[in-house]
């Protein structure tokens, strides 16, 4: 059959304005230059060095564990690649919870957890494999320390904590937490999906035991991802995330492998542009919108993350307004588009009307100035609107009672 003339009518090349940074990025364009030569040069398969071909596509896949190791400071043989966070947080709990040898194996989460995680959770907990404690976090989503020293108190094997919250970008004091998880003889898990590529990850520094990001979030391609342990459990891991999962996604891993290499050299000066785009769009907004409100500690926050409130407009109403003009989101992606209030807010013990007017936004590396002034504008209209026919409607109701 054939397939028909193909439709380059994007969204994207139609001038929607795209700040939903947090549930996915644009690839960088010289990451797709990488990926292109893995396609059409790099083609072999690396599980087969036995002629030049395979070998060559099995070396640029030691490569490309090199660059992924270089950004996070651990060596390359620490690296496992994945097909998403997802996948590799799902094998990587089960696995250890299976494997403990203990009656319960104790695991310890936030509870603003990424869903990918609290899944899990839920999962092992039900078949019997471990037993799940969360713990409370403030209005701003921090933690509390003495929370954490309490759970392990009661008994910790697996601290599960991500570095940066995907709704409201807090930052989680991993090395603190690891050092307390260590005295405890636990081990601690990081996700950090959200932080790779907008903060400095140093496993050496942070002695974390596992820890979890993805390409897609760091302006590489969907479909890799890496787990980074040197823990005594690596080589089984390796084994359930790469030998048994098939042949290797060659050309997203060597887009996965250039967006650490871009990231180890550009990290500073990205995270100054992103918050300085940040703080001009917050500071445009709280200007033309009365009442907003700011969410999350606004001192330990991701660079490129504003997470806000517009009390009495619903988030999705205005999400749906701007649908053409500015992608904006209400939560994680895996909750938008459901009526269920996000957890991150909820656990925050946010008020319903500051929960329902909620926004998540995160700037990306190809936002402009102009951009975020004309988002601004069309996130206060928009707004605007919305509280008239609100009130316009409320009188018609009145009026008829
Ligand atoms: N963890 C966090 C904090 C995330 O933000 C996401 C994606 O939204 C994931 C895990 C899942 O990542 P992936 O899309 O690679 O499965």
């Known amino acids: 059959m054939h397939p028909g003339p193909r439709s380059d009518n994007s969204a994207a090349s139609k001038g929607v304005i795209y700040l939903d940074n947090h549930a996915t990025t644009r690839?960088?364009?010289?990451?797709?230059?990488?990926?292109?030569?893995?396609?059409?040069?790099?083609?072999?398969?690396?599980?087969?060095?036995?002629?030049?071909?395979g070998d060559d596509a099995a070396r640029l896949v030691d490569r490309n564990r090199e660059h992924v190791g270089v950004f996070v400071n651990a060596d390359a043989e620490d690296v496992i690649f994945a097909s998403s966070a997802t996948v590799a947080l799902r094998k990587t709990i089960t696995h250890l919870a299976r494997s403990s040898g203990r009656k319960s194996f104790r695991i310890a989460a936030s509870s603003v957890e990424h869903p990918a995680i609290l899944k899990v959770l839920s999962e092992v907990s039900r078949q019997g494999l471990a037993s799940v404690a969360l713990i409370e976090v403030d209005h701003a989503a921090c933690l509390s320390l003495n929370a954490v020293e309490r759970v392990f108190a009661d008994g910790c094997d697996l601290l599960c904590v991500m570095a940066a919250n995907n709704e409201v970008g807090t930052i989680y004091p991993i090395k603190e937490l690891a050092a307390r998880a260590h005295r405890a003889d636990a081990e601690i898990l990081v996700d950090a999906c959200q932080a790779a590529g907008h903060l400095p990850i140093d496993i050496a520094d942070w002695q974390t035991d596992y820890l979890v990001f993805s390409a897609h979030k760091m302006n590489g391609p969907k479909g890799a991802a890496a787990l980074v342990t040197s823990s005594p459990e690596r080589l089984r891991l390796r084994q359930l995330l790469e030998n048994d999962s098939g042949t290797l996604n060659v050309p997203a891993i060597a887009g996965f492998g250039e967006a650490c290499r871009l990231s180890s050299l550009e990290l500073p000066e990205h995270c100054l542009k992103m918050a300085a785009l940040r703080d001009r769009l917050q500071s445009r907004l709280l200007r033309l919108i009365p009442r907003l409100i700011v969410n999350g500690d606004q001192s330990q926050r991701l660079p490129h993350s504003l997470h806000i409130s517009i009390p009495s407009v619903p988030s999705e109403a205005l999400i749906a307004r701007l649908f053409n003009r500015v992608a904006l989101s209400s939560g994680a992606a895996c909750q938008s588009g459901t009526d269920q209030p996000s957890h991150v807010l909820t656990a925050m013990r946010l008020p319903s009307p500051q929960i329902d007017g909620a926004l998540r936004i995160a700037v990306g590396s190809d936002t402009t100035t102009t951009e975020i002034d004309a988002a601004s504008e069309l996130i206060a209209g928009a707004a605007a609107d919305i509280l008239q026919l609100t009130k316009a409607s409320q009188n018609a109701h009145d009026y008829a009672s």
Do not use: K, Q, W, Y
């Open 27 to 53: 690839v960088d364009p010289r990451v797709v230059r990488v990926m292109l030569g893995a396609l059409t040069e790099h083609f072999g398969n690396p599980s087969d060095r036995s002629h030049a071909i």
